[in-house]
């Protein structure tokens, strides 16, 4: 891996020397991850310079291994919580540095409250430093666990300050006052998307969150796990919605810096998740019941007005669609790593 990223690194150095310094790039932080690579992805098809920060804690060389081979593409191993020093002019910075599924943020919760509000700092700061504008990625877990549904941006949210998920919850409340305060009172462009459950290919497999504990449990022929009884509701929204809503968030007028819910409404209890999957890879994997983790909110649900009527998104990609191309994208990845694969029929 060592000699991968020394590759990408020169590569990068040597296009960048050439191109001179007048292109202003775009730096993804946590680019190598699932929502940062897609992003990358769809920055590079068209046509921008995009810098990719990341510590590889959760990102994966595998997500972004083809767009190496474009000129357009850098990648800078390194953690948002150190300085960052980037020598290109950067007109934008999408700030996707943190793990995000319980089981991830929970590994290291300093690490993790630190990669939230610390990290936060450190690009705020590099955006101010380069003039660029700067978009942060929230989360719908700012909510906690919530009194009121479908969650309105003006909801104040439920949430425990003294528990496992506060280091991520309050982490991310946290950036989102740092965001506030560097736009009010030193004139920064930002952003803030709240981003409820997002799924879809280049997830990881032991990722942690439902919908790719699912699948991979009923691809592997594993037990499915359900929490609690199954009745909880998420709303989902496939990558490519996200996506789409992201960077339309990005080039939005100067006044919706204020934090925008970005997700799909439709609802599902997560047995009703768990149902799909095993109907749509024709898995024989029993459905088991676990107790509730601490912390864990009963109910998803954005309320997306104010996105819908401010950058006109609109989530297209339904559910069944969305777990068919995020099955097939499993099926693929775990055949690739020689594991027993149950075939979906």
Known sequence: ??????????????????????????????????????????????????ICLDNLMTGS???????????????RLHDVIDPIVIDEPISEIYNLACPASPEKYQRDPLHTFQTSVRGAENLLMLAQAKGARILQASTSEVYGDPETSPQQESYRGAVNTF???ACYDEGKRAAETLFYEYSVHRGLEVRVARIFNT???????DDGRVVSNFIVQALMGRPITVYGDGSQSRSFCYVDDLVDGLMALMASPPDCRGPMNLGNPVEFTVLELAQKVLAKTGSHSPIVFRALPTDDPRQRRPDITRARARIGFNPKVALDQGLDTTIAYFAGTIEADEAPVQRVS
């Open 61 to 75: 060389l595998r997500n972004v291994r083809d767009l190496a081979e474009s000129p357009n593409f850098c990648f």
């Open 163 to 165: 528990g496992p998920r």
């Open 1 to 50: 891996m060592a000699g991968e990223i020394l590759a990408f690194d020169q590569n990068c150095s040597a296009e960048y020397a050439l191109r001179g310094k007048h292109e202003r790039s775009v730096l993804v932080a946590g680019g190598a991850g699932f929502l940062g690579s897609h992003i990358s992805a769809r920055l590079i098809a068209a046509g921008r310079r995009v």
């Open 199 to 205: 799924y879809g290919p280049k997830m990881a497999h």
